[in-house]
């Protein structure tokens, strides 16, 4: 299921909710509807920023790279299927990093699921 995050400063960013929840963990929000009010944006991206830094500083597991390799088979040589391409949180978090930073700095709320 999709989450759209909207915006009075920035345009909408939607994510699938698998990958949002640990966003909305983070920022105490629940998936199904919300507002991070602008109020609130401030500490929201200092809390991201942080949470980003981290995840940085743990490559992916090994239990990640065989689930990967279960699903893809042994053949990595398959011409029917691309290469598999680990996207990380950094890279899924930035564009709603992106969008608290200019809701903090354009003084607007964050809406979603309304």
């Known amino acids: ?6 915006s009075k400063a920035y345009p909408d960013v939607m ?3 698998d990958h949002a929840k640990r966003i909305l963990d983070l920022l105490n929000k629940e ?3 919300g507002v991070i ?3 609130e944006a401030e500490k929201a991206v200092t809390l991201l920023e942080h949470e980003i830094e981290e995840s940085r500083k743990h490559p992916p597991t090994e239990l990640v790279e065989q689930d990967i390799k279960a699903h893809r088979g042994e053949d990595d040589d398959d011409p029917d ?4 391409q680990m996207v990380s949180f950094s890279t899924r978090a930035y ?3 992106e969008m608290l930073r ?13």
Request: proline share 6%; glycine share 2%; net charge negative.
């Open 1 to 6: 299921m999709l989450i759209t995050f909207k």
């Open 15 to 17: 994510m699938y909710q």
């Open 31 to 33: 998936p199904e509807i």
């Open 37 to 39: 009010t602008s109020a």
């Open 81 to 84: 299927h691309e290469q598999v």
């Open 95 to 97: 564009p709603m990093l």
């Open 102 to 114: 200019a809701a903090r700095d354009n003084k607007c709320d964050i809406l979603w699921g309304v």
